[in-house]
Nanobody
Framework: QAQVEESGGGLVQAGGSVRLSCVAS????????MGWFRQAPGKEREAVAC????????YYADSVKGRFTISRDNDKNTLYLQMNSLKPDDTAMYYC??????????????????YGQGTQVTVSS
């Protein structure tokens, strides 16, 4: 069973930036499809950014396109989410998911083999 751990969340002012990290203990990290999901209070969990294991493709939800960047360092088994120009609506628990469909935007987090406990991002206005 792979271990997945997110970090990097915190309190940030609107317009600010945060970089989330996700370290996964899996031998198949290099060719695993991965994604970042988030869940705001009172809302359903949604996918925001995806990274494919082959082809190097990325997908973004319209709400974060142009502001968030997903990247990965296969040598460190780490997935990142650089979040810029943050808005109060970005406040949510952010989860990293590994080992699932290529385009996470079309699936629920449960479609992935492994996901973590999440890291909280709070954006103040």
């Amino acid at each position: 069973q792979a271990q997945v751990e997110e970090s990097g969340g915190g309190l940030v002012q609107a317009g600010g930036s945060v970089r989330l990290s996700c370290v996964a203990s899996t031998l198949s990290f290099d060719y695993s499809n991965m994604g970042w999901f988030r869940q705001a209070p009172g809302k359903e969990r949604e996918a925001v950014a995806c990274s494919t294991g082959t082809g190097g493709n990325t997908y973004y939800a319209d709400s974060v396109k142009g502001r968030f960047t997903i990247s990965r360092d296969n040598d460190k088994n780490t997935l990142y989410l650089q979040m810029n120009s943050l808005k109060p609506d970005d406040t949510a628990m952010y989860y990293c998911a590994i080992g699932g469909p290529r385009n996470c935007l079309q699936f629920q987090i449960e479609s992935y083999a492994h996901y973590g406990q999440g890291t909280q991002v709070t954006v103040s206005s």
